[in-house]
């Protein structure tokens, strides 16, 4: 049920830095209401903006307050980055040039194929004629819906379309002299294998590298086949019979680049509403491009006098110390009451261990007993120096004893031990020089939140960023 209250919605300035936190319960995100959550330069943001269109309840989320006001912060930022990222440094960059070119040709393809079938199926006549055969069906209070005719023309005739896109690509490879090794498909399609593992395997055997498909200057081989075999459900292994299907597992890089040439021809690539399209899916790249060169470590080094005083002020933290190690000497027996030896009863053995730990409290050498009771692979009971992470539970046990300390009997899984704390080593503060780089790691993580947090406060200000505070959430 939607509990959000429309009348008592509260307009603030949206700074990062002064984001409302209300200790309210989980909440349901994205709201059943694709309610208006901010603004940014006046234009409105809305909940399916940010959180997207739940197609049902299990696609919703709970999510704190504090969790939601991150996001619609994040996705505000990206936006604005999307417009501030548009530089030279971005645009002129080798890697947006290649992905730009990239998208155009399949927006250029996506058009042209589009072109094709507006052409065939969904010309002026088709539509009219259509939309005739029906108006009621094909109009929304009483208003008639071009989209409607068009969704119920591709389901009546998907089969033609299906076929006619087929007899196109076809007509595209024998016009362009595409060569099919049809030898090898039939021989590969003549694999007989109970499953996917037994059929790559065989077809291993016939050669990863000999050709299959080839077009000017590009080459599909075998293994291109064989790695998309290994990707293919069980239940499909009896359709690579079919020559067809096994081309159509490996042909599409070539299938597109003669569409890709096609589109071009057609003028597609210069196409205005290709190109704007092409523009706006970029403006991800762009975002992410800039954040990464505002955000590059090299633009946050610190000097070497920003370290030490990191240096001096973090002397306690623990990952600029060493861990304290214990020198240790044990005493050790296992036991296993499972079978038929007396003296391996687990009772047995604590009392047998006990006893000599009196013996010991009472003047005897520790080390003695260590050399006739010793852990397998240690030398004379001898474990040197352990920290508390170290052998579990002897390693927690050392932790919490001081030099020359005897402990009490420590019961492990198959075994007893005693320990003798013989040395201790405190934890001690590293060298400046064996923590330089952990600290300056952690200077330019500092360095870096900090301008963030900054730059967005700024950037809010300047595109100015509201936020739209409810009273009331959809809680559960």
């Known amino acids: 049920m939607n509990l959000i209250s429309k009348k008592n919605t509260i307009w603030i300035s949206f700074l990062i830095l002064s984001l409302p936190v209300v200790n309210f319960a989980d909440i349901l995100t994205p709201f059943s209401d694709n309610i208006h959550i901010a603004k940014i330069n006046g234009e409105i943001i809305k909940e399916y903006d ?6 049902s309840v299990k696609d919703r989320k709970k999510l704190t307050e504090t969790e ?7 996705y505000i930022f990206n936006r ?28 250029a393809v996506d058009r042209f194929r589009q072109s094709l079938l507006n052409e065939r199926f969904f010309n ?3 539509i009219e004629k259509h939309y005739n055969s029906n108006k009621e069906k094909f109009s929304e209070n009483g208003v008639r819906k071009d989209e409607l005719v068009i969704a119920d023309i591709k389901k009546s005739k998907e089969k033609e379309i299906t076929k006619f896109i087929k007899d196109y690509l076809e007509k595209l490879i024998k016009e362009n002299n595409v060569k099919y090794n049809e030898d090898m498909f039939l021989q590969i399609s003549k694999i007989d294998a109970k499953d996917v593992d037994e059929f790559s395997e065989k077809l291993k055997t016939i050669g990863l590298t000999k050709e299959l498909i080839s077009f000017e200057k590009q080459r599909i081989e075998v293994n291109q086949l064989y790695n998309q075999i290994k990707q293919i459900k069980p239940y499909h292994i009896k359709s690579l019979s079919d020559t067809g299907v096994l081309k159509n597992l490996v042909d599409g890089k070539i299938l597109n680049s003669l569409l890709v040439m096609k589109a071009k021809k057609e003028g597609m690539t210069g196409n205005k509403t290709v190109i704007e399209k092409t523009k706006d899916q970029m403006k991800y790249f762009v975002a992410k491009r800039y954040n990464e060169i505002l955000t590059s ?8 006098d920003e370290m030490i005083d990191y240096y001096i002020s973090h002397k306690n933290d623990e990952e ?11 005493i050790f027996k296992e036991y296993n009451n499972k079978d038929n030896k007396e003296d391996n009863d687990k009772v047995k053995v604590a009392i047998e261990l006990e006893n000599i730990r009196q013996k010991i409290l009472n003047g005897d050498e520790f080390e003695k007993y260590a050399k006739f009771y010793p852990r397998p692979h240690s030398k004379d009971g001898e474990l040197g120096f352990i920290f508390e992470t170290d052998h579990a539970m002897i390693g927690k046990t050392a932790s919490k004893m001081k030099e020359g300390e005897i402990s009490d009997l420590i019961v492990q899984e198959k075994a007893i031990s005693v320990i003798k704390v013989t040395k201790v080593q405190e934890s001690m503060l590293y060298k400046f020089e064996y923590v330089e780089e952990i600290i300056k790691r952690n200077l330019i993580v500092i360095k870096r939140d900090k ?8 950037l809010f200000n300047k595109y100015k960023v509201e936020m739209i505070v409810n009273n009331s959430e959809e809680k559960k």
């Open 50 to 55: 940010v959180f997207g269109y739940p197609a």
């Open 68 to 74: 939601r006001q991150k996001l619609i912060s994040d």
């Open 80 to 107: 604005i980055l999307q417009t501030e990222g548009s530089v030279p440094e971005v645009l002129n960059s080798e890697d947006y040039k290649e992905n730009f070119d990239a998208l155009l040709s399949k927006n």
């Open 124 to 126: 002026k006549k088709m």
């Open 297 to 304: 470590d090299s633009k946050f080094v610190p000097t070497k």
């Open 320 to 330: 600029l110390k060493s861990k304290r190690k214990m020198w240790v000497f044990e």
């Open 451 to 458: 301008f963030l947090e900054d730059y967005r406060k700024d």
